[in-house]
T-cell receptor, first 114, second 113 residues
Framework: EDQVTQSPEALRLQEGESSSLNCSYT??????LFWYRQDPGKGPEFLFT???AGEEKEKERLKATLTKKESFLHITAPKPEDSATYLC???????????????FGSGTRLQVQP | DSGVTQTPKHLITATGQRVTLRCSPR?????VYWYQQSLDQGLQFLIQ???????AKGNILERFSAQQFPDLHSELNLSSLELGDSALYFC????????????FGEGSRLTVL
């Protein structure tokens, strides 16, 4: 069964203190890895799509990278407004899903203190 | 604002009852996904519809059902509710399927007492 595991579960940073979040996956025939941001009480918001090892995507202070086994979300000089839960997801291979749905990791809860 | 509208935002009901959650996808999106998010289970895929047709089914209980109407809005029906059904229920939509870029609504928070 396809799985994604995120670490750490929670991360507290000082404003300006860069760090990385990890998403490990066990998927045969990866068809994309997706990063989302979720604010408390809100729906997830799409951030990035990565398809092949070595690929990188950037958006403001966030950069996502992909290897054959894992993906990293690097946060450079974070600000308090970057505080959120970050989720990674892969297309779900199941008996009834045909890779049409996403399997989400449990997320990393990031808190950036001023 | 993702463009996906979910109603109601909050719902409190009793065990054994039935509720209906409604979702209007973004204009032009043909695909609708339903997800359940609870503290101990994370985001779990329930079911997907594309242009009125069921296309994928996840861990959806037999007490739950859904449909997508000709105007593309979707409803998730939850019956014989149990305490464990308390969760946030999200609807998401996409233009194409399969899709990794989903647009999520703000969710319906269901509390079963």
């Amino acid at each position: 069964e396809d799985q994604v595991t995120q670490s750490p579960e929670a991360l507290r940073l000082q404003e300006g203190e860069s760090s990385s979040l990890n998403c490990s996956y066990t998927v045969s025939g990866l068809r994309g890895l997706f990063w989302y941001r979720q604010d408390p009480g809100k729906g997830p918001e799409f951030l990035f799509t990565l398809y092949s090892a070595g690929e990188e995507k950037e958006k403001e202070r966030l950069k996502a990278t992909l290897t054959k086994k894992e993906s990293f979300l690097h946060i450079t000089a974070p600000k308090p407004e970057d505080s959120a839960t970050y989720l990674c997801a892969v297309p779900q291979r199941g008996k009834d899903t045909g890779r049409r749905a996403l399997t989400f990791g449990s997320g990393t809860r990031l808190q950036v203190q001023p | 604002d993702s463009g996906v509208t979910q109603t109601p935002k909050h719902l409190i009901t009793a065990t054994g009852q039935r509720v209906t959650l409604r979702c209007s996808p973004r204009s032009g999106d043909l695909s609708v996904y339903w997800y359940q998010q609870s503290l101990d289970q994370g985001l779990q895929f329930l079911i997907q519809y594309y242009n009125g047709e069921e296309r994928a089914k996840g861990n959806i209980l037999e007490r739950f059902s859904a449909q997508q109407f000709p105007d593309l809005h979707s409803e998730l029906n939850l019956s014989s509710l149990e305490l464990g059904d308390s969760a946030l229920y999200f609807c998401a939509s996409s233009v194409v399927e399969p899709a990794g870029e989903l647009f999520f609504g703000e969710g319906s928070r269901l509390t079963v007492l």
